[in-house]
C-alpha cells in the first residue's frame, strides 16, 4: 500500500467526498505544516499532497522514496518542476475544477462594484426610506452592464466562462492574451494598451509567471477610463497593489474587486487597506475558487491522479 501525506488539508475545508483519499492508500493528514516540518512528515511517503506548502529543491532532495506530489489546484508555482523532472518526481495538478466559482465570484465583485446593494440596503435599514416621501431613491446612481466593453485578461478555461456571463448580460467582449499564442475567433483580440483603454471593465484571468508578474501597474492604469472598473480573480501578483491604491485614491479608475494578492494573507500595512473612499474597492480572501461544488471536484481530481499513479505501479 503506497503512502501518502496530505501537508495543508484546512485549505480545503471540509469537503464530504474527503474520504474517497483514504481509499487510495495509508494517508497521514496535517491541517497545516510548517516549512521546517515537511522533511520529517514526508521522508517515507510515496505521494505529496499540497495546495501552498511550498517544495523546494532542498525538501525534494531528501525524500528518496517520493513519488508523486499532488497539487490541490492548479498553480504549480509552489513546486521546483525542474528538479522534480530531474529526481523523475511526477507532479499532477488539477485543472477545470474552479471555473464556475471563480466566473460567478467575478460578477459577485463587480454587480456589487456598479449596483452597490450594500448601500440601498444601509439606507432603508436606517430608516431613512420609511420618512422618505419618495417610492425610490435616486441617491447613488449606476449603470447598466449592457452594450458595455469588458475586457479579459487571460482568455483560458475561466476567461472564456466569464465572456459566456457577459454576453448574456449584453456586454461585447474583448481579450489580450498575455502568451500571444490565443486566437479565439469568438471575440476582438486587442492589444494590453487598446484594450485597457477601450473597455469598461477590465477581468483578469491570467496565471502568473514572467509575462504577467506585475504587469498592471501605474502607468497603465493611467490609460484606463476613469469610470473603468478593474477585477483580478486569476492571481496576486499580476496587478501592482502599491499602484492601485494610488490609481483609486486619485480618480484614475472607478473602482477595483480583488480576490488575490501578492503575500497571502494580506500584509497589514497593504495601502489598498487604507484607501481614501474604502467604498471603491471590494476585497475577499482568495475565495473565488472555494465553492462546495469545487472543492469537491478538486477531491476528486486528486483521487483520480493518485489511481491514475497507482495503475503505472501495477504494470
Known amino acids: 500500500m503506497i503512502k501518502i501525506v496530505f501537508l495543508d488539508a484546512k485549505t480545503v475545508g471540509e469537503v464530504q467526498n474527503f474520504r474517497i483519499l483514504e481509499k487510495q492508500g495509508k494517508l497521514e493528514i496535517y491541517e497545516t505544516t510548517d516549512e521546517n516540518d515537511i522533511i520529517e512528515r514526508c521522508k517515507d511517503k510515496d505521494v505529496i499532497i499540497t495546495n501552498k506548502v511550498r517544495l523546494n529543491k532542498h525538501t525534494l532532495e531528501n525524500l528518496p522514496k517520493l513519488k508523486l506530489i499532488c497539487v490541490a489546484a492548479t498553480g504549480m508555482n509552489n513546486i521546483d518542476l525542474d528538479y522534480a523532472a530531474i529526481k523523475g518526481i511526477k507532479v499532477k495538478n488539477v485543472i477545470g475544477y474552479s471555473t464556475e466559482s471563480v466566473a460567478q465570484l467575478t460578477f459577485t465583485l463587480l454587480l456589487h462594484l456598479v449596483n452597490r446593494p450594500y448601500y440601498f440596503d444601509n439606507y432603508v435599514k436606517s430608516g431613512a426610506y420609511s420618512k422618505s416621501k419618495m417610492f425610490t431613491h435616486l441617491g447613488f446612481p449606476f449603470w447598466e452592464l449592457n452594450g458595455k466593453r469588458l475586457g479579459i485578461i ?9 465572456a459566456q ?9 474583448a481579450f489580450y492574451s498575455t502568451s500571444g499564442m490565443n486566437n479565439n475567433i469568438n471575440y476582438k483580440r486587442f492589444d494590453l494598451d487598446t484594450l485597457l483603454s477601450t473597455s469598461d471593465v477590465i477581468s483578469i484571468h491570467a496565471p502568473l509567471n514572467d509575462q504577467t508578474k506585475a504587469l498592471i501597474n501605474f502607468e497603465l492604469m493611467k490609460k484606463m477610463r476613469s469610470c473603468a472598473i478593474l477585477l483580478n480573480t486569476g492571481r496576486g501578483g499580476i496587478i501592482v497593489e502599491e499602484d492601485l491604491a494610488k490609481a483609486l485614491n486619485e480618480n484614475i479608475i472607478g473602482g ?10 494580506i500584509d497589514s500595512d497593504n495601502p489598498l487597506l487604507k484607501l481614501i473612499d474604502k467604498e471603491k474597492l471590494v476585497i475577499t480572501p482568495h475565495i473565488a475558487w472555494t ?10 481530481g486528486l483521487a483520480k491522479n493518485i489511481s491514475e499513479f497507482r495503475s503505472t505501479l501495477r504494470k
Not at 154 to 162: D, S
Open 154 to 162: 487571460g482568455l483560458g478555461t475561466i476567461g472564456r466562462k466569464v
Open 165 to 173: 456571463i457577459a454576453q448574456g448580460f449584453g456586454m461585447e467582449v
Open 256 to 265: 477595483a474587486g480583488i480576490d488575490v494578492m501578492e503575500n497571502e494573507p
Open 291 to 300: 465553492s462546495i461544488e469545487a472543492r469537491q471536484k478538486l477531491i476528486d
